[in-house]
Structures are given as structure tokens and as C-alpha cells.
């Protein structure tokens, strides 16, 4: 939790830099371009997360040496996804930011900061997945490391880059991808020296297939969630072209999810606290630990979830004044980040639900419950509202989704509460079963 609100506040600081030294068009060019990196996350998560859940419970069983080997097909799930997304990038980058949503007078920022940020994604896709597999093997510090650390010097090299070089646009992209070459040069280190309980063989990195496959149908849920954040960003950002001054409505849209990538720091932490613990204790057959982490999970996220509301909502118009000058926004622009806000105290359910299945090796469930969480209720509420209400209602949609993403929660957490049991025992059955084939064929 503490990586992801440093990652959020240097979210924060970054457009503050870009919009107050450069200009509020380059606010809305980032803007514009942020999906590429939601993006990159994604990717990153897809064998991040679905690795964490192998891994859990591999070592739950004390079976180290198939943890190892969620490192090599975790490599070989990340290379050619990258290289094809890259190559398609540079070579339709023109094309690439007209569809993120760029209007004429910001296309040319979005394409300054994609042209670095594509090439150097691989290093955030490397950080991000590694940066799950530290907090399966137990190593929360690490983990923090690896995020927090990256953000903080993206932070120092953005007032390098940008106040003191001047490089821009520029600037801010080649700081970010810097700062996650540092944190994977950290990675390296952590693994080569011997610390870690994934050891780096020959075996440990050779692609299994069937492994594969495993890490990415665990793995699909919270790819599913992050690029749905990139797929909703580019659908709200053309829909917010369509305005009167819609360039300025996309710059504070941009702000939004920066504030709203701090406010849901509790969320996500929790929620990636709890699928370690789960997944771990559901290899153990310890399931009163499942449902203890799962209610405590909920619990903690909603308490959580109150406080950062009751600190947010009155600094909302401070924080807006960080990002621009004045005027510089649409105004009422502080109004609508309060109404984004609003449904923060019920969000922890919804990201706790995300993950459930998914701990438990039911991959498909959680695929399901993810999409129609993140992906079919927020699209349907966006173009309802922004149609019944103009620009307020892209802004309404959030709490809204909110509230239909907790009821569907209450009711996966509710099954998986009454079933997990069941479902342990007949995997371990079928574990049991298996060993016994192959002792047998041997």
C-alpha cells in the first residue's frame, strides 16, 4: 500500500510539473497518452499477478522449485506481447494518439512522450511483474523497493529533465522509463544475490507451456481490470472531446485519475495483501484463515476507504490548484473531482471480490466478475449518463459504477465464503490423485 500511494503521488507531481511548467495542452497531451501506460502496467500484471497466485501456493505446498519456474514463462509471456505492441505503436503513432483522444493542438506532446515511453515500456511491464512475485515469496519491502523507489527518482529526474534541463515533454518520458531501468536493475540484484526464495537455474528459466497457460488465465483478471482503466480512459477521453473546451475537460480528466490512483492506494494494497494470504492458506487447507483474511480484508478497505474520503473532499479545490494556474481548468473542475470521490468507502469490497477467485485458482469466475465490474458496468453508466447529462454525467459514472461493482462483490464474496472449502478439498484430491498416478507410473 505504501509503493502504491508513493506511485500515486508521483503520478501527482508529474502532471503538476507538466502543467504548471509546460502548459495545460501538454497537461492534455499526457493525458491523452496516459493509457500507453495503464497499458504497461497491465501487461506487467498479467504474469505479475497470475505468477503471485502460482507461486503462493507452490510455496504453500513447499514446492520451491515450481515456484522458480513462473520466472521463465513469466519472460516469455512479456517479450512478444511487448515487442508487437511496441513495433504497432512507432509505427502508427500518429494514428496511435488521434484514437487516445488528442485534439490537433495536443497530438504533438502526445506523440513527443509516446515515441520514449513505448520503447521503455518493457522495463515497467519487468518492475510491475516483479514486483508481485517479491510480495508471493513474503517480501513486502522489496516489493515497496521496487515501486516506491522507481516513483521517487522519477521524481527527482523530472525536476532535473524538466526545470533544470528544460527537456519538456521530453523530460517527463525519459524520466519515467530511467526510473523503472533503476528499479529493474534493483530486481537483477535482488534475484542473482541469493535472496530471494525463487532461485534463477537454467530450469527456473526455461517457458513451460502448461505453466504458461496457468499464469495467464490466473493472471487475466487484473489485466482485464488495468486495461479496462486504458480502454475506459480512451472512450471518456473522445467522449470529452466532443465539448466545447475539450481539451481542457481531457487535461481534467487527467487529474482526476491522478488523484484517484492515490485515493485507491488502500484498495489495492489491501487487495493484493489478501490474494498472497489467501492463495497460501487455500494450498494449506487452512480455510478459516481464507475467510478471516477475507472479512478482515473488507473490513480494513472500507475503514480505510472512509478516511481518505473524509481528507479529500475538503482539499479538493487545493488540489486541483496544483496542476494548473488558475482558470487554466474548466471550473468546475473541483466539483467534479468531489463527485469522482464519492463512492470511496465501498470500493474495497469490489477490489477484494476482484481477486478472490483468483486466489483460489479459479481463473474464469474471476475473469467474468472482473469484466462485468470494470469493463461492461463502467462503459454502460459512462455513455447513459454523459448522454442524459453532458459532461457531468462522465463524471457521476464513477460513483455509480461503484455502487453496481459492490453489490456484484458482495455476492462472489458471499459464494466464495460458503464454497472454498469444497473446492480445496477436491483440488487436493486431484493433486493427491495425481501424484499418485505418476509415483505409480514410475
Not at 98 to 117: F, H, K, Q, V
Not at 262 to 282: D, E, H, Q, R
Not at 365 to 381: N, Y
Request: charged share 10%.
Amino acid at each position: 500500500m505504501l509503493a502504491i500511494v508513493v506511485m500515486a503521488l508521483y503520478s501527482i507531481v508529474d502532471r503538476a510539473f507538466v502543467g504548471n511548467v509546460i502548459g495545460v495542452d501538454a497537461l492534455s497531451g499526457l493525458s491523452a497518452a496516459f493509457p500507453a501506460q495503464i497499458a504497461a502496467v497491465a501487461i506487467g500484471l498479467l504474469p505479475g499477478l497470475g505468477g503471485m497466485s502460482v507461486v503462493s501456493r507452490a510455496l504453500g505446498t513447499r514446492d520451491t522449485r515450481q515456484a522458480s519456474r513462473v520466472i521463465g514463462s513469466s519472460l516469455a509471456i512479456l517479450a512478444p506481447i511487448y515487442l508487437a505492441i511496441t513495433i504497432a505503436g512507432l509505427l502508427y503513432l500518429d494514428g496511435l494518439t488521434s484514437l487516445l483522444g488528442a485534439s490537433p493542438d495536443t497530438a504533438p506532446y502526445a506523440r513527443e512522450y509516446l515515441a520514449i515511453i513505448l520503447p521503455g515500456g518493457f522495463l515497467t511491464m519487468l518492475a510491475i511483474a516483479a514486483n508481485n512475485l517479491f510480495m508471493a515469496e513474503g517480501r513486502p519491502g522489496s516489493a515497496t523497493i521496487v515501486l516506491a523507489g522507481g516513483a521517487v527518482a522519477n521524481v527527482i529526474l523530472d525536476a532535473l529533465f524538466i526545470l533544470v534541463f528544460g527537456w519538456g515533454i521530453t523530460g517527463a518520458a525519459a524520466a519515467t522509463v530511467l526510473a523503472q531501468g533503476l528499479a529493474v536493475l534493483y530486481i537483477a540484484w535482488f534475484y542473482l544475490s541469493g535472496r530471494s526464495a525463487l532461485t534463477i537455474t537454467f530450469d527456473a528459466l526455461r517457458p513451460r507451456l502448461g505453466l504458461g497457460r496457468e499464469i495467464v488465465a490466473l493472471g487475466l483478471p487484473i489485466f482485464i481490470i488495468e486495461a479496462a482503466r486504458s480502454i475506459v480512459v480512451v472512450v471518456i477521453n473522445n467522449i470529452l472531446a466532443r465539448y466545447a473546451d475539450g481539451d481542457a475537460y481531457i487535461a481534467l480528466f487527467g487529474v482526476i485519475n491522478s488523484v484517484l490512483e492515490f485515493a485507491l492506494a488502500p484498495f489495492i494494497g489491501v487487495a493484493l495483501a489478501f490474494l498472497p494470504l489467501a492463495a497460501y492458506n487455500y494450498g494449506a487447507r487452512n480455510y478459516p484463515r481464507i475467510r478471516q483474511a477475507m472479512w478482515q480484508s473488507c473490513l480494513g478497505a472500507t475503514v480505510a476507504g472512509a478516511l481518505v474520503i473524509a481528507l479529500l473532499l475538503p482539499l479538493c479545490g487545493h488540489i486541483i490548484r496544483l496542476f494548473a494556474e488558475a482558470n487554466a481548468l474548466p471550473s468546475e473542475a473541483a466539483d467534479a473531482l468531489r463527485v469522482a470521490l464519492l463512492a470511496l468507502p465501498i470500493v474495497g469490497v469490489e477490489f477484494v471480490s476482484s481477486v478472490a477467485f483468483q486466489a483460489l485458482g479459479k481463473a474464469w469466475p474471476s475473469v467474468a466478475l472482473t469484466v462485468t465490474q470494470r469493463v461492461l458496468m463502467l462503459l454502460l453508466w459512462v455513455f447513459v449518463l454523459s448522454e442524459a447529462l453532458g459532461v457531468w454525467g462522465v463524471w457521476w459514472s464513477f460513483p455509480v459504477t461503484d455502487v453496481t461493482a459492490m453489490l456484484l462483490g458482495f455476492g462472489a464474496l458471499a459464494l466464495v465464503w460458503r464454497r472454498a472449502e469444497k473446492w480445496g478439498e477436491a483440488d487436493y484430491g486431484r493433486r493427491v490423485g495425481n501424484f499418485d498416478t505418476a509415483v505409480g507410473r514410475q
